[in-house]
């Protein structure tokens, strides 16, 4: 598992190390290597990998469903590894940012200062950063499991903060954000309806319904930031999730993905067996600490 997370950190920096102009003129490796990923400059790694640690931070969160839904409870042991690893692409893109700067650290802190989007990166970061550092059996231990609870339950609205770095550095076209705003919007829901539902397993109906809110309310969101944040109007975009002239919107995989999830669940119903996947459900169930 933590291979599998190292590997797009590793690709992006095989790609930026072996970075050359003109593929030929490198070593052979270091040609076939730049020509197979697209030579990538800093830019497009600091963008990679930035890509990378939303990705990671949302399927953090989406080790607490998936486990109760495929009725894996072993999974959760993969859930702080994950996050950690998540908290290392967003310190390596920082570290990309300070390279991207030439090193000047001064230039880097103003930036910091005076640019809000990087602000609230920064504020982000360095919440994660406290998350990570507790994140070890030791410090679990000396602040007890209650208070590491409440401490680790900040991942949400840093997570917020995450997103919201995302979507003010995309300027115009925040067709990715609103996806992964959508899907964290799904992974929410679901929290509210777990608990609403008496910490029991929801049943698949439910999770339709949760697909269908999460993909509305993405659309709303999408909506709601053009209409209040470009020159280029809602309406437009609200139409556009009516054709495919412009691709699948995000709405859609929005509500995809939830429905993918429904037949994730009916799926373990079936082949894992009734029996057995309502003990593990239930043990999952008993499991759970968020
Ligand atoms: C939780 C913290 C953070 C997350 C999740 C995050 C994520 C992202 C993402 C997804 C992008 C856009 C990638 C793309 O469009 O392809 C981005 C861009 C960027 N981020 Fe972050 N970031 C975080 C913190 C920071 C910090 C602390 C800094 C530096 C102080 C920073 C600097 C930048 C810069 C300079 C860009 C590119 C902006 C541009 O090209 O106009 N980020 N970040």
Not at 260 to 289: C, E, K, P, T, Y
Request: aromatic share 12%; proline share 3%.
């Amino acid at each position: 598992m933590f291979l599998l997370l190292l590997l797009p950190g590793t690709w992006i920096a095989l790609a930026w190390a072996f970075a050359t102009p003109d593929p030929a003129a490198g070593s052979l490796l270091a040609g076939a290597v730049a020509s197979a990923t697209d030579a990538m400059p800093v830019t497009k790694a600091l963008h990679e990998i930035g890509l990378w640690a939303v990705r990671l931070l949302l399927l953090t969160l989406a080790v607490t469903p998936l486990r109760r839904i495929a009725a894996w409870p072993g999974f959760v042991q993969y859930r702080r590894m994950i996050g950690v690893t998540a908290f290392a692409y967003v310190g390596i893109h920082f570290c990309l940012y300070i390279v991207q700067q030439n090193f000047r650290i001064g230039f880097v802190a103003s930036e910091i200062v005076q640019r809000i989007y990087l602000t609230i990166g920064f504020i982000a970061l360095l919440g994660l950063a406290m998350l990570a550092l507790t994140s070890t059996d030791g410090m679990l231990r000396r602040l007890g499991g209650r208070r590491w609870q409440l401490l680790h339950y900040l991942v949400y609205p840093l997570i917020v903060l995450g997103l919201w770095h995302f979507f003010l550095q995309s300027k115009i076209n925040v067709t990715e954000p609103v996806l992964m705003s959508g899907l964290f919007i799904w992974l929410m829901l679901y929290r509210l309806a777990y608990r609403w539902n008496g910490a029991r397993t929801l049943a698949w109906w439910h999770l339709v319904a949760l697909a269908g809110v999460a993909a509305a309310l993405t659309m709303v969101g999408e909506w709601a930031w053009y209409e209040t944040m470009t020159t280029l109007g809602g309406e437009r975009l609200l139409a556009a999730n009516f054709t495919l002239a412009s691709g699948m919107r995000p709405t859609w995989w929005v509500l995809l993905a939830g429905l993918a999830i429904v037949l994730l669940q009916l799926a373990a119903d079936r082949w894992w067996g009734r029996a057995r996947v309502r003990n593990q459900r239930r043990s999952a169930d008993r499991a759970s600490i968020a």
